[in-house]
């Protein structure tokens, strides 16, 4: 079975750190895409990033990146000068072939002012 | 252009009710997915449709539970005779296609917080 692991329950940083959330997943499946999901305190759910297993090309959207290691597992999430918007549950999510997503149990950071 | 609408947003049910939770997918997508999030938890897939299909219902509790997504109108995800085991945020996700290849991924509702006492 897929599994998951945000190995980091919480996490609490003061403004403009930065902080890299882990990703650890098992899969036998050779295709899949890799997503990362941001939960802040309202309670919706907002899309981030989605990768591809064949694309291990780092990725940086403004303060945020990837990085993808295919070889351990691992898919990366890295905030620069956090933000106290920052602050939010963020889920890891990989879909191993399939329609669903399998979702780790999530990181909850604090940004401090 | 209208995001996934989920309603209600919160909703209580003494035991043993019934609770019927609505879906509308953003204009334009017609394949459906059903998550629930319960306490401090991830979210765990429940159900996969497609107009008038269900595709993958792996994750559907074997009893009480069904989801449908008629020709026209939302998707109901229903659940008979709550219990308090029930209680959690139902999150609903639509995509245009497959979800794995769009590169909006899944775009998710606000969800539905059924607390059942």
């Known amino acids: 079975a897929q599994k998951v692991t945000q190995a980091q329950t919480e996490i609490s940083v003061v403004e403009k750190e930065d902080v890299t959330l882990d990703c650890v997943y098992e899969?036998?499946?050779?295709?899949?895409?890799l997503f990362w999901y941001k939960q802040p305190p309202s309670g919706e759910l907002v899309f981030l990033i989605r990768?591809?297993?064949?694309?291990?090309q780092n990725e940086i959207s403004g303060r945020y990146s990837w990085n993808f290691q295919k070889s351990t597992s691992s898919f990366n999430f890295t905030i620069t000068a956090s933000q106290v918007v920052d602050s939010a549950v963020y889920f890891c999510?990989?879909?191993?072939?399939?329609?669903?997503?399998?979702f780790g149990k999530g990181t909850k950071l604090t940004v401090n002012p | 252009n209208a995001g996934v609408m989920q309603n209600p947003r919160h909703l209580v049910r003494r035991r043993g009710q019934e609770a019927r939770l609505r879906c509308s997918p953003m204009?334009?997508?017609?394949?459906v997915y059903w998550y629930r999030q319960l306490p401090e938890e991830g979210l765990k897939f429940m159900v996969y449709?497609?107009?008038?299909?269900?595709?993958?219902e792996s994750g559907m509790p074997k009893e009480r539970f069904s989801a449908e997504f008629p020709k026209e109108g939302p998707s109901i995800l229903r659940i008979q005779q709550v219990v308090r085991g029930d209680s959690a945020a139902y999150f609903c996700?639509?995509?245009?296609?497959?979800?794995?290849?769009?590169?909006?991924?899944?775009?998710f509702g606000s969800g539905t917080r059924l607390t059942v006492v």
């Open positions: 990768r591809n297993s064949f694309d291990e």
């Open positions: 449709l497609q107009k008038e299909n269900i595709i993958d």
């Open positions: 899969t036998r499946d050779t295709t899949y895409y």
């Open positions: 204009k334009g997508h017609s394949h």
């Open positions: 999510a990989p879909s191993p072939g399939s329609e669903k997503l399998v």
């Open positions: 996700a639509s995509s245009p296609g497959s979800g794995t290849t769009s590169n909006y991924g899944y775009t």
